[in-house]
C-alpha cells in the first residue's frame, strides 16, 4: 500500500472514533511507525509500505482511537523550544503551562545564579526550560512519583544539566531542603467530583495523581502555598499555575499566607492561568 492513501486510511478510521485532529494525528502516527519525519512524507507519499511498518502504524491507530493521547504513543510532546521524552506515567506538558516560563524568564531577566524549585516536576519540564534559558541558575524538582522522577531525570540528560539541577522524591508537605529565589508549580488542582467531565483522552490515560486537586480543587495548591512561604527567600517569588475559576479562592489563600499579589495572568483563551506572588 502507498503511503499517503495510508494515511488517509488511518486519518478516516481516527474520524470515524471521534477524534477531532484526525489526519494530523495520523501523519504524526506514520511518521513513527515508518521512523522518518514530514519533510521525508512529503517528498515520498508515493512510496510503497513495508508490511512491518503496516502494522505498526494500524497498532498505533487503533490505541489512538481509543483515546490514548498521540504524545504517549510517540513518547515525545513540544514544550516551549524543546522536545522532551514523555511516558503513561507523567502528565503531558501543555501549551497553557508555558505561561509559567514566559513569566519566569520576565521575572528573572536581569538576574544571576538564582536557585529555583519545582513543586510536582512531572517531566521537568518547567525546571529544565528554565534553567537551561538561564545558564547560572540552579535548582531542584520534587514529585511525589518516582516514575516521574525517573522521567525527568531522562530528559535532563537529554538537556545535559549535569549538577545544575536535582530531582528528589518528596511529598510537597514533608519538602525542607533549602532555600529560593524563585518557586515554580503546576500542582493537580482539579476537583474530585469534575474529573469524570475530563476529556477522555485524560481521564483515562494521564495520571490520576497529577490531576486530582481533592475535595475543592486547592488541596494542592494550599500544600505549595504553605510550604513555599516557607522554603522562599524574602522577597522570593511563586508562580503558579491555577484552574480557570480559581482566582479568588487562590488569591484569598496567598494573602492569608501573607504573599503579596502581584499579577495574574490569561492564558490565549483569556482563562485566568497563572498567579505571580511575593513573599514580603
Ligand atoms: C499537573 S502535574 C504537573 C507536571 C509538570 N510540572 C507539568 O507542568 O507538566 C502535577 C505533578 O505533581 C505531582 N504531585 C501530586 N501530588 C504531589 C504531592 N503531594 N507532592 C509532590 N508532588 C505531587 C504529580 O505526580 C505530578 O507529576
Not at 503496516?54 to 483515546?67: A, P, Q, T, V, Y
Request: charged residues 30%; aromatic residues 8%.
Amino acid at each position: 500500500m502507498i503511503l499517503e492513501k495510508v494515511i488517509l486510511e488511518g486519518s478516516s478510521i481516527l474520524k470515524k472514533n471521534g477524534i477531532k485532529t484526525s489526519r494530523l494525528d495520523s501523519e504524526i502516527l506514520m511518521s513513527k511507525a515508518i521512523n522518518k519525519d514530514r519533510v521525508f512524507m512529503i517528498l515520498n507519499s508515493n512510496q510503497k509500505l513495508e508490511k512491518k511498518s503496516l502494522n505498526c502504524f494500524f497498532d498505533l491507530i487503533k490505541k489512538r482511537s481509543i483515546g490514548t493521547p498521540v504524545s504517549y504513543l510517540t513518547g515525545k510532546k513540544d514544550f516551549w523550544n524543546n522536545e522532551f521524552q514523555i511516558s503513561k506515567n507523567v502528565l503531558i506538558p501543555r501549551p497553557d503551562t508555558e505561561l509559567i516560563i514566559q513569566e519566569a524568564l520576565k521575572l528573572t531577566k536581569n538576574k544571576n545564579k538564582l536557585r529555583v524549585l519545582d513543586i510536582g516536576t512531572g517531566s521537568g519540564c518547567l525546571i529544565l526550560t528554565i534553567l537551561k534559558e538561564k545558564k547560572n541558575f540552579s535548582g531542584i524538582g520534587i514529585d511525589i512519583s518516582e516514575k516521574c522522577l525517573n522521567l525527568a531525570k531522562i530528559n535532563r540528560d537529554d538537556f545535559a544539566l549535569g549538577n545544575r539541577v536535582k530531582f528528589l522524591k518528596s511529598d510537597i508537605d514533608n519538602f525542607n531542603y533549602g532555600k529560593y529565589d524563585l518557586i515554580v508549580s503546576n500542582p493537580p488542582y482539579i476537583k474530585k467530583i469534575d474529573l469524570k467531565y475530563l476529556e477522555r483522552d485524560v481521564i483515562n490515560f494521564e495520571p490520576f495523581i497529577a490531576l486530582n486537586g481533592g475535595i475543592d480543587g486547592l488541596s494542592e495548591i494550599r500544600k505549595v502555598i504553605y510550604r513555599s512561604f516557607k522554603l522562599l527567600k524574602s522577597n522570593g517569588k511563586l508562580i503558579l499555575e491555577i484552574g480557570f475559576n480559581q482566582k479568588n479562592d487562590v488569591k484569598k489563600l496567598l494573602k492569608k499566607k501573607g504573599f503579596y499579589i502581584n499579577e495574574v495572568v490569561k492564558d490565549l483563551a483569556k482563562n485566568n492561568r497563572c498567579i505571580i506572588s511575593t513573599k514580603i
